[in-house]
């Protein structure tokens, strides 16, 4: 199968070792992955400030780009679910386009629910020797209902011990320009999930959207934790490369 990624703009801009790592594991699960050098950002910052028609060119520019892909996968839940969500709501009234958005909605994909559900990835060769928390963030869980398949994916590995993250499903604080606008809110609600990372015990925290990890990572370091903040990409990437070292002669 042949997989397009979409980068997201975070992890082209600030964190490129992750659209890297979703690479090299597709890859080795055998994908064959391209990429499109015409994508863009997928309208979202600009849909949730209100700027619709703003967020409608920048869809466009998307809708053009994968047309021809035979899967999309990202490694955001917030960017698929801008595609598989919001689309539909900025082209309702355009049948043609509507169409083409409906089309793209099918195939696009969050990177762990492509594993599961369309790889039929039910266990991940490799070792990751740490205590994990995970960080179920809200567009990935209320949006998506993407809740099991990354909680699946770290079970499985050799040695990753996942541990409880209190209050697991409250809101980082992130929520892009929500962060901005509200600044105070986000900071306290930001301030409880680093507490409550510290509470479980791990000292990996791991999650598939990289606003949330971003938002944590932040408040973390400001508090001098040593946790470490990783995309379940990086954990899996981290587990094969594992198995291959073990490998060598």
């Known amino acids: 199968m042949q997989v397009s990624l979409m980068i997201t703009c975070l992890c082209d801009n600030f964190y490129p070792q992750v659209g890297e790592a979703t690479v090299r594991v597709l890859r080795r699960l055998g994908a064959t992955v391209v ?4 994508q863009v950002c997928c309208g979202q910052p600009a849909f949730n400030a209100g700027y619709h028609d703003a967020a409608r060119e920048v869809a466009r520019t998307c809708l053009r780009a994968f047309q021809d892909a035979e899967y999309v996968v990202s490694p955001s839940g917030s960017c ?14 355009d049948k043609d386009e509507f169409s083409v958005v409906e089309e793209l909605r099918d195939k696009t994909y969050e990177f762990s629910e492509f594993l599961v559900k369309v790889m039929k990835t039910e266990t991940i060769d ?7 928390a995970y ?27 996942l541990v409880d993250l209190p209050r697991a499903y409250d809101c980082c604080g992130f929520g892009g320009t929500f962060s901005v606008k509200m600044a105070e809110v986000s900071e306290a609600l930001v301030t409880e999930k680093a507490e409550n990372v510290h509470r479980s015990g791990a000292n990996v925290l791991v999650g598939a959207d990289m606003g949330c990890l971003m938002n944590i990572k932040g408040r973390l370091e400001k508090l001098g934790s040593t946790v470490q903040v990783m995309h379940i990409a990086q954990v899996i990437d981290e587990a094969q490369k594992a198995v291959k070292k073990a490998t060598l002669p």
């Open 35 to 38: 990429f499109v050098p015409d």
């Open 80 to 93: 698929a679910e801008m595609i598989r969500g919001n689309y539909l709501r900025l082209f309702k009234g």
């Open 126 to 132: 490799g070792s990751f020797p740490h205590k994990v």
């Open 135 to 161: 960080h179920p963030s809200c567009h990935l869980t209320r949006f998506l209902n993407i809740k099991d398949e990354p909680l699946q994916l770290l079970q499985s590995i050799a040695d990753l011990e």
